[in-house]
């Protein structure tokens, strides 16, 4: 007896071996959904709001409106030439920075750099999108055909005043079709501190596609701040180093002020007691508040550290100039345990050498616990790791940040 065709087995026949002709007949990629994203030429990312960003496969063109955090990333990733616009002026400018003693000499410091500024000496060709710290030219930021924006919340060079502005800020990138990632940095944070770098750092590497390289360099950095804290997490609560970071700015003294402090609900203070496990003298609340000569010398801390908020000033000056007179019976300064914090210039958000801060803080705090470590040496060990630079460009590194008196005074 003769067979009846199977319709249905030669149907499904056809339709196999047609699919099959179709996807051979095409770029011959297997049909995966990584293959399709590729095909696309775009692909997704998540950024520290928890938005899911499509991204050009490959990035050609970036933007960085912070204060030098993500072109620090990106010299490491050796990608340093993508960057085509900046958001503010703290990666550009050379420092100088004078003050006169009391025998009429002046000290001069020269050179003075935020780090990415002598890594990247083109940065100072590249156009600024932020005018004033507030607001953002888009005329100039979409002309610049960007395929990425960075936006580092927090950061000094886009002040944006409320999450209002910044809102309406994000909204108007978005608007222009240009992909925008946000980052948080410590400023944003609910309570400031150094914890979420690491993510940032992360964050970066993902959308450069650079993710283990990323991972290397926030566990380092991680690993550096873990180090400092094992050293000191056990000094019992009477015996802690009374410590103050104490702003020397002629802002303060024409205010009729002696310096500036910074209260326990700060990033300034997070490092004295949390990393450094040390106690901060000023326990008000608040950023940069001016404090007079008789309320200083009152809270007379053991050890002085000063940051660069309002510019680069070295021990030597609260030592001898004539302004600073009557802060000399400071126990920290009679001691001469005063010491001067990196150059960071527009530092607010913390950049990739916040363990270096955080270093200089701890071991002044206390140099028994760190004897084993000569803070000079130690920056161009860092510098080396961080950078993927060889030795000589680590001392520069380490002069442009103002700390060669680590070296000077064997800190």
């Known amino acids: 007896m003769k067979r009846k065709p199977d319709v249905v087995g030669s149907a499904f026949l056809f339709i196999t071996l047609l699919c099959a002709a179709l996807v051979c007949g095409c770029t011959g990629t297997t049909a995966d959904v990584s293959s399709t994203e590729d095909t696309a030429g775009t692909r997704t990312v ?12 490959t990035i050609e063109r970036v933007v960085a409106i912070d204060d030098g955090f993500v072109e620090g990333i990106m010299y490491r990733f050796g990608m340093q ?29 020269q050179n003075g750099m935020n780090p990415v500024r002598y890594l990247i000496p083109d940065l100072v060709d590249l156009p600024v999108v932020v005018e004033s710290g507030t607001g953002i030219n888009y005329e100039t930021l979409a002309s610049l055909d960007p395929d990425v924006v960075f936006l580092r919340m927090g ?45 940032e750092i992360r964050v970066v590497g993902e959308v450069f596609s650079r993710q283990d390289d990323a991972d290397t360099l926030a566990s380092y950095l991680e690993g550096q701040i873990a180090d400092i804290r094992e050293r000191t997490k056990d ?8 410590m103050m970071q104490l702003g020397l700015s ?23 007691e949390e990393i450094a496990h040390a106690k901060n003298v000023y326990e008000g609340t608040g950023a940069f508040v001016v404090l007079s000569t008789e309320q200083i010398l009152a809270l007379d801390p053991d050890v002085i550290v000063l940051p660069t908020a309002q510019g680069y000033h070295p021990a030597s000056e609260l030592y001898t100039a004539p302004y600073y007179q009557n802060l000399q019976e400071l126990s920290a300064v009679k001691n001469q345990r005063v010491y001067a914090l990196p150059w960071t210039p527009y530092n607010w958000a913390k950049r990739l050498e916040y363990p270096v801060e955080a270093m200089v803080i701890a071991k002044a705090a206390y140099p028994e616990r760190f004897a084993d470590v000569n803070v000079g040496e130690w920056t161009l ?20 940040q103002w700390l060669d008196w680590t070296v000077e005074e064997g800190f």
């Open 81 to 109: 030439d993508r960057i085509v616009g900046l958001g503010g002026a703290c990666c550009t400018k050379n420092y100088t920075y004078a003050f006169e003693t009391t025998d009429g000499r002046t000290h001069e410091y």
């Open 155 to 199: 950061a000094s060079s886009f002040r944006a005043g409320s999450d209002e502005t910044l809102e309406k800020t994000i909204q108007t990138i978005d608007s222009l079709g240009i992909p925008l990632v946000v980052l948080v940095g410590p400023p944003y944070q609910e309570r400031p501190d150094v914890d979420q770098i690491g993510e």
């Open 250 to 272: 002629p802002r303060a003294r024409q205010g009729g002020g002696a310096g500036m402090a910074w209260g326990r609900d700060t990033i300034e203070s997070y490092f004295i």
């Open 46 to 57: 998540t950024d520290m709001r928890g938005e899911t960003v499509a991204l050009p496969t």
């Open 235 to 242: 000094i019992p609560e009477d015996e802690k180093t009374r």
């Open 381 to 400: 060990d860092f510098y080396q790791e961080v950078y993927g630079v060889d030795e000589a460009t680590a001392k520069e590194l380490r002069s442009v």
